[in-house]
């Protein structure tokens, strides 16, 4: 398995999980029931760390497709290399920090993150164009 690959997978896996403390926020919030039922105008919201999560999940979510696409690209060309693996690193770190830091509501951190994430992406196209 290539380090980009490697990278990927991580990836993936993080933003998958990343549903699940705002889903538990939920269940002390509304109950087990009531996070089970469809949603009302009348639910009680999540906390405020919680909505922040889900907005930081949804965000990983947009982002993943773009460094997939990336990802795949690389491996189907050939353009693997030192570059391309630190930057399928160095993005995976950073959206992990950027939700966190979201979730937590550090607002300029989140932008740092998040823009070290862009650079990586970057990075990536520059791997490709043989850069």
């Known amino acids: ?7 990927l997978a991580l990836t993936a896996i993080a933003t998958g999980l990343m549903f699940l403390p705002y889903v538990l926020n939920r269940i002390q919030v509304r109950g087990l029931f009531g ?3 469809n949603p009302r105008a009348d639910d009680l919201p999540e906390s405020e760390w919680a ?3 889900m907005r930081a ?3 990983a979510v947009e982002n993943l497709v773009v460094f ?3 990802i795949v690209a690389v491996e189907a060309s050939g353009a693997n290399s030192g570059l391309t693996a630190f930057a399928a690193a160095l993005f995976f770190w950073a959206r992990l920090a950027h939700y966190l830091i979201y979730t ?3 607002p300029i951190a989140r932008t740092l993150a ?3 994430g862009l650079l990586a992406e970057i990075l990536l196209v520059l791997g490709l164009l043989g850069g």
């Open 1 to 7: 398995m290539s380090a980009e690959i490697f990278w």
């Open 104 to 106: 937590a509501g550090i």
């Open 68 to 70: 997939t696409a990336l």
């Open 35 to 37: 996070a089970m039922s």
């Open 51 to 53: 909505q922040r999560a």
């Open 57 to 59: 999940h949804g965000n």
């Open 114 to 116: 998040f823009g070290i």
